[in-house]
Nanobody, 122 residues
Framework: VQLQASGGGLVQAGGSLRLSCAASGRTFSTYGMGWFRQAPGKQRELVAGITRAAMTTYADSVKGRFTISRVNAENTVYLQMNSVKPEDTAVYYC?????????????????WGQGTQVTVSS
């Protein structure tokens, strides 16, 4: 499967942004999906994950501000980012996992998108 992330950009602190990740293939609904981010000098971390049954998880740092969702008919997973902070600045990646669940360990994902830059100005 191929993943194409989009929607990044420059946003002021307190603003909103919606990231999209479009997937190719007919079996998108069976994948677990994750949004990761990686800031310079830091490890890649799970921001939000969603199972094929639409169960979700979030990093503590984004709970209450970010929402992950999926529209299987569109082969797309979204990350709605509200009340963004300068510390949310990073390259954001979407990833797919064959087993239909999510993991915090990025090494357990099977497919990756190319990344989209999010920059939050103070």
């Amino acid at each position: 499967v191929q993943l194409q992330a989009s929607g990044g950009g420059l946003v002021q602190a307190g603003g909103s942004l919606r990231l999209s990740c479009a997937a190719s293939g007919r079996t998108f609904s069976t994948y677990g999906m994750g949004w990761f981010r990686q800031a310079p000098g830091k490890q890649r971390e799970l921001v939000a994950g969603i199972t094929r049954a639409a169960m979700t998880t979030y990093a503590d740092s984004v709970k209450g501000r970010f929402t992950i969702s999926r529209v299987n008919a569109e082969n797309t997973v979204y990350l709605q980012m509200n009340s963004v902070k300068p510390e949310d600045t990073a390259v954001y990646y979407c990833a797919a996992e064959n087993g239909g669940t999510y993991y915090r360990n990025p090494k357990l994902y099977d497919y990756w998108g190319q990344g989209t830059q999010v920059t939050v100005s103070s």
